[in-house]
């Protein structure tokens, strides 16, 4: 069991993933916004954070650069409908803390086994490691 920040303003797919993640065993704590995602991370033991780009208040970036300042070995993946190349680019310049970006639209399985893994790769080789493998994917969408 790991315990999880997930942060997405849409509420069908936050509830969603969400519920599969509590499914599967993991605690899970949401957030609306990056401002929520802050306060949570500064409250609350966490082994993973999720973030969404767009969200009001504060931006899943800002949220992220936030994380990196005051909790740099917390583990970062961005789960968002933007692809682009720079978008990506961004998110990884977010932190070293970001080691992973995951392209919307995806199912509950599929999320729960890259969170399981980033979560299991982490602890085992570090957050560098898991880093520098998933910045070598290819992960773009050319529009």
């Not at 401002?35 to 899943?60: F, N, S, W």
């Not at 961004?90 to 969170?115: H, N, W």
């Not at 994917?137 to 529009?143: D, G, K, P, T």
Request: some cysteine; glycine content about 4%.
């Amino acid at each position: 069991m790991s315990i999880i920040l997930y942060a997405e303003d849409d509420r069908d797919c936050r509830e969603l993933f969400s519920f599969a993640l509590r499914h599967k065993g993991h605690v899970v704590h949401e957030a609306l916004n990056g401002a929520q995602t802050v306060q949570i991370v500064r409250e609350e033991p966490i082994d993973l954070v999720i973030l969404d780009i767009r969200m009001p208040m504060m931006t899943g970036y800002e949220a992220a650069r936030f994380i990196a300042d005051e909790k740099p070995d917390l583990p970062v993946m961005f789960l968002s409908a933007k692809g682009l190349r720079r978008e990506i680019a961004t998110a990884f310049e977010c932190g070293p803390m970001v080691v992973d970006y995951l392209i919307k639209p995806i199912s509950p399985d599929q999320l729960i086994a890259r969170v399981e893994s980033i979560i299991e790769e982490c602890r085992i080789r570090g957050l560098a490691a898991v880093r520098a493998e998933n910045m070598t994917r290819e992960l773009v969408v050319e529009w």
